[in-house]
């Protein structure tokens, strides 16, 4: 008899869309991954539901290593395939924009299939076979994962968990779908496990000296450590058939590998041998999406994250910094010359926030600037040489003037969420800049998103979070965005609320907004 307690599914439904929100997902994206954890929980596979929304989800993207903006990009397209890099943002968001494309090309074609790269967790495998079962197609789908899966014979662990799954229509009311990973357990049940206070059945986790594990919370522990592993479908040895369900692990650990080009084996767990991470943080001449890879001169081959607004690259072994130079590596830094070239004017642009007609410390009236700049539930600030609400120090004067500036104060007010927006603008936008500051006792930091429109359609959408201990209470702070738009646009800026409270919270202050020019 269920004895747990129960949570309705639209309070849990909502509870992890607004704290993906929180984090800085965008919400339709994060009312994808709300679903597809849920979805897990609704076939009882609670390996993958919502317990495991904060350590791989949450954790992940506030550590650098899952960014919760996924821009998905087309490397190769065929009327049939797709070759997407989902550069390291949500996997399920990542998935769903392949499936709903091969959808499309297998109604044309009669069958369509596509791999993605540098793409994260992706939840239930099964979820995605069904977008095409609902469809009127079968689905089939597999992935390797982090090295947790000991070959037959061998205790240390080489692969992933790596389902292999199908989704096929039947003449009844329900689909036949098969979902499981090729090993005899996964890692979410040994925790789902560990949390309920039950052992792991034995027979499914070997230690090094080839015994078998049954305490979830020490297997959990030596996993980590790489002191023992999981087994493929089949167990131990060969009696049991244990060869056959490494075969199956070893073969979606080649097409995923293979496919898309990514990493594959150990290479997928970010470290050496002996256990180490490494980062280098050394020079400025490779990207990485539209950001500035630290990297030395020679081949490189890793995983990319930011950390702490640096971006880090993670290699698993010698060979992937081939050539690289650096102090990590015992020699002294040497950066290339640059050639020099003359420098291009680029123009700054400025908001007219101190042309809004009055300051005003409520968040109840609409407000439009001389060029156009409105408001809505948003309140009208100034810089001051004391702090009496709506005027404060920090906010102080216009750069280069004698003139007081006025900042736009965004409310985090769930049923009444700021916005601000911008006229039609030209130009472009390069690097977006502009002050902010948090007056009041905000306890969760600031969290908003910044909607690029052309021609009535947004097509770009960045989201700017900062942490509560990262924005200290009247202080004047800098922050920016790389837009990179051409031609004409609007930007639309909107308080995410990450507490999600019904009274004036989460309040954020603009000022001195500027940006650079595009075209």
């Known amino acids: 008899m269920e004895t747990r307690p129960y949570v309705q599914w639209e309070l849990i439904n909502n509870f992890m869309i607004d704290v993906f929100k929180s984090y800085g997902v965008p919400e339709e994206d994060a009312k994808i991954c709300a679903d597809v954890l849920l979805e897990s929980d609704r076939r009882g596979i609670e390996s993958h539901g919502c317990n495991r929304f904060k350590p791989i989800y949450l954790d992940r993207i506030k550590n650098g290593t899952l960014l919760p903006v996924t821009e998905c990009e087309i490397v190769k397209e ?4 797709v070759v997407m890099d989902a550069h390291n943002g949500m996997g399920m968001v990542a998935s769903h924009k392949m499936m709903e494309m091969l959808i499309e090309k297998a109604k044309v074609y009669g069958m369509a299939g596509g791999t993605i790269f540098n793409s994260t967790h992706y939840g239930i495998a099964g979820y995605w076979t069904t977008m095409a079962e609902k469809a009127g197609m079968i689905g089939i789908t597999g992935t390797n994962a982090r090295p947790s899966v000991a070959p037959t014979f061998g205790v240390e662990p080489m692969m992933g968990t790596n389902p292999l799954t199908f989704t096929m229509p039947t003449d009844e009311e329900f689909p036949f779908n098969f979902d499981c990973a090729t090993s005899t357990i996964q890692n979410g049940k040994i925790e789902y496990y560990e949390r309920s206070g039950k052992p792991t059945p034995a027979g499914l986790v070997v230690t090094k000296d080839g015994d078998t594990m049954t305490d979830s919370g020490e297997i959990l522990k030596e996993m980590r450590k790489g002191n023992c592993a999981l087994l493929s479908i089949g167990g131990m040895g060969e009696e049991t058939g244990g060869f056959k369900g490494y075969g199956f692990t070893t073969i979606v650990e080649i097409l995923s590998a293979a496919l898309s080009g990514g990493p594959h084996t150990k290479a997928l767990s970010g470290k050496d041998a002996d256990g180490n991470k490494f980062v280098v943080f050394s020079s400025k001449y490779a990207t990485y999406g539209t950001s500035t890879v630290s990297q030395g001169a020679g081949t490189l081959k890793g995983i990319a994250s930011i950390n702490n607004g640096k971006i880090q690259l993670i290699f698993a072994q010698n060979s992937d910094y081939a050539g690289l130079t650096g102090t990590r590596f015992g020699e002294e830094v040497v950066e290339p010359e640059e050639p020099e070239t003359p420098e291009t004017p680029v123009a700054t642009n400025r908001a007219d926030f101190e042309t809004f007609p009055e300051r005003y410390g409520q968040y109840t009236k609409e407000f439009t600037s001389a060029a156009g700049w409105h408001t809505v539930n948003c309140a009208i600030q100034e810089g001051y040489t004391t702090d009496i609400n709506p005027q404060f120090i920090c906010i102080g004067k216009v750069p280069g003037t004698d003139t007081w500036a006025k900042a736009v104060c965004i409310n985090g007010k769930t049923t009444a969420s700021g916005v601000l927006e911008s006229p039609e603008l030209a130009g472009g936008c390069g690097t977006l800049s502009f002050n902010y500051g948090n007056l009041f006792s905000e306890a969760n930091g600031v969290s908003f998103k910044v909607e690029v429109i052309q021609n009535g ?63």
């Open 78 to 81: 065929t009327p049939c395939t």
């Open 457 to 519: 359609s947004v097509v770009k959408e960045l989201t700017f979070t900062k942490a509560n201990a990262d924005v200290p209470k009247l202080t004047k702070l800098e922050g920016s965005l790389e837009v990179n738009v051409s031609g004409t646009f609007k930007l639309k800026f909107t308080n995410l609320c990450p507490t999600n409270s019904t009274s004036n919270k989460d309040r954020v202050s603009l000022w001195n907004m500027t940006w650079t020019s595009f075209e």
